[in-house]
């Protein structure tokens, strides 16, 4: 929920501001604002839209994979990248047990 919200934050940030390293922000990939909308949806336990969201968020991640592949701050954001898929993977599992 918190990486949601993050990334709704980013996402504004980057439609005010005027600097071109904020406006084209590709950590709204990692910090996706679907985030938020998984979560509702695994509350609800509406299997359905889990699973759209799920996979457009690995979508997401995987472009996002595509796009830090070859930067300094990968090993940075690596903790960040694997604590996110085993969330991801962790709420699918629990979906699938209810």
């Known amino acids: 929920m ?7 934050f980013l996402s504004t940030v980057g439609f005010y501001s005027l600097h ?6 590709y950590n709204v990939l990692l910090f996706n604002p679907f985030l938020i ?9 509406n ?10 968020i690995l979508f ?7 796009f830090i592949f070859n930067k300094a701050h ?17 709420l699918k599992a629990r979906l699938k047990q209810l």
């Open 74 to 90: 990968l090993f940075l954001m690596l903790p960040l990248l694997i604590l996110e898929i085993l969330i991801l993977l962790k």
């Open 60 to 66: 997401c991640f995987s472009v996002y994979l595509l």
């Open 2 to 8: 918190l990486l949601g919200v993050l990334g709704i």
């Open 20 to 25: 071109r390293e904020v406006s084209q922000n």
């Open 37 to 45: 909308g998984l979560v509702i949806t695994f509350i609800k336990k």
């Open 47 to 56: 299997a359905v839209w889990f699973n759209r969201l799920f996979y457009f």
